[in-house]
DNA sequence: CATAATGTACGAAACGGTTAGCATAATAGG
DNA sequence: CCTATTATGCTAACCGTTTCGTACATTATG
């Protein structure tokens, strides 16, 4: 349902809250129903837009899921960035970057379901993703830190970075994405609080118990 | 394309071996495209049997999605279920039991992508299938099985089984389930032989390391 | 012949995408 | 200052295809 213009604001409507009005609208679609899934006319009538509006942005529904995609990795790889633990010792540094982690995971499910998304598509379109490789290694390099100083203090054993990534990613992932077939098949509710506080502490242990001497 | 009936069989096809057929090629199909976006027309296709036959014995697209589901649900529990490595002293039973599902997981990618969406869909079609609760306390009961002999032992420390449940299986789903994205996130094939039997250890240390005290 | 199994062809709706054109704002020429 | 021109943001109606599902006829077998 496009916005009807009062006699008070006949001018055109603000192109840069078009397109993200847009994106957000797609997001949750995309996330909720899968590319094949969501519908453009669906999207289009959750806008405060159109669906010519779509086409004129974006060109087509592959290009508006790859744009959906490429915000939603932009904001956790920013999130990653901003957090620096590193002036802390190894030990809180590792896990105040799970905690985060784990946080992120739990706040952000629409970006949870786009990369389960994405991975049933077998990444076709991610790679397409200009920059994003940049700031993966950054996140890598910013774990091996932490690492070589947990190492450096006797703490730490000398873990692959690229493979504590993957198991933190897994637990805080797997929180999110397994959600309601593991309440179907084990009948706990983790979207619960306590649930939650009580596995991201766990999670937090699960890791620290693998990596500390 | 209906399968062409030689002299020697000249008989109506085995009702089962349609039926059968037709959940197979329909798991690959589901599994690599989701529930929308796999094609009735194109699961007809790859079957030695006709579209016809699909609503002849399951009734439609979701129906053929559930019993999908169901049979996939069937076999991993089922493999679950003839593992049997109480005999064993408790560390070394546990790290069978974690070998057996990231092995499973590895060699049944389908299973773990459909699990995928079925999460993409808020579980909406699991709850329905019949019996699988059962075999879900049984694999929790086994866990606490070992997890008790390993407290008696002075070898564990006494975690929740449900909680080590999904502790073994993040670990071993995420192996799977984002293969693609972190192949192009951090350019590590997790398909690769050697890539794939570094992470078992892994996944069995990290688990070992913290049940045990 | 009755019944289970199957092939063919088609209908109706959904869906992605496009065509045609309008209104406003900015800008340039007289 | 005033008009002509152009670019931008936008609407509404429409189009061709795909896709699920079905109606109807037919075949094989007990």
Redesign the interface.
């Known amino acids: 349902m496009a916005k009807a213009r009062t006699a008070a604001e006949s001018r055109p409507n603000d192109p840069d809250e078009t397109r993200s009005n847009i994106l957000e609208v797609a997001a949750r679609e995309f996330a ?6 969501a519908r453009i006319d669906e999207i289009a009538e959750k806008t405060n837009s159109s669906k010519r509006m779509i086409y004129y942005y974006f060109g087509g529904k592959d290009e508006l899921y790859r744009a959906v995609l490429e915000r939603s990795y932009s904001s956790i790889r920013a999130r990653e960035a901003e957090a620096d633990f590193e002036s802390l010792p190894a030990d809180q540094a590792l896990r105040a970057q799970i905690e985060h982690s784990f946080d992120y995971h739990v706040q952000h499910p629409e970006f949870v ?1 786009l ?9 076709a379109h ?2 397409h993703i200009e920059g ?2 940049d700031r ?1 290694r950054s996140v ?1 390099a910013s774990l091996k830190a932490i690492i070589d100083k947990g190492v450096a203090a006797g703490q730490f054993r000398p873990v692959d970075p ?2 504590l ?3 933190i ?3 805080c ?3 999110v ?10 009948g ?1 509710d983790m979207g619960a609080a306590d649930t939650q506080a009580r ?1 991201r502490a ?1 999670v937090v ?3 620290l ?2 990596v500390m001497n």
């Open positions: 909720d129903k899968g590319l094949a899934g379901r990369v389960m998304n994405e991975n049933i598509h077998h990444g991610i790679g994003l490789k993966n890598i690229v493979d990534h993957m198991s990613s897994a637990l992932f797997y929180n994405s397994n959600r309601y077939t593991f309440a179907s098949n084990f706990v596995r766990q242990d699960i890791i118990a693998w």
